[in-house]
């Protein structure tokens, strides 16, 4: 009967393809994205953050008083009911607004239904090539 012999893959080590080293070193990484496209006056005038020094106050703000900026920020949602604590963090767990009771359905959709949203574009859906749908606040809410 023959013998094989036979390789261990571990005795020999592999080399990596020339093709792919070479491409590896070609990738030009875009995770660090340094450009600022501003938008026009119109939109900023219109938009809830109307400039990016107004942007990086709010930032920093959220930084160096959480509490007091997300204690702000919330009470544009409506609450069922009000928290006792903005946030308890014991390390690496964090709970937000202790106590307190929301309805996200609610604060998305239905109180833009009895305001002068609730004819305004809530969702809108892209399919294929020239196929959308609008859907309004009310239209969401009826159906």
Not at 25 to 39: A, G, T, W
Not at 97 to 122: Q, T
Request: proline share 6%; glycine share 2%; net charge positive.
């Amino acid at each position: 009967m023959p013998t094989r012999k036979t390789t261990s893959s571990r005795s020999t080590p592999r080399k990596k393809p020339a093709a792919k080293k070479a491409a590896s070193q070609n990738i030009e990484s875009h995770l660090k994205e340094r450009r600022v496209f501003k938008p026009l006056k119109a939109f900023s005038e219109e938009a809830h953050i109307k400039s990016m020094a107004q942007y990086k106050r709010m930032h920093r703000e959220s930084l160096n008083q959480p509490d007091k900026f997300w204690n702000k920020h919330a009470q544009e949602l409506d609450w069922f009911k009000k928290w006792n604590k903005v946030c308890s963090w014991k390390a690496p767990f964090a709970k937000w607004f202790v106590g307190g009771k929301l309805n996200v359905s609610y604060n998305c959709l239905d109180r833009h239904v009895n305001s002068p949203r609730r004819h305004k574009a809530a969702l809108i859906w892209e399919g294929e090539p020239g196929e959308t749908k609008v859907y309004t606040y009310q239209r969401l809410y009826t159906e």
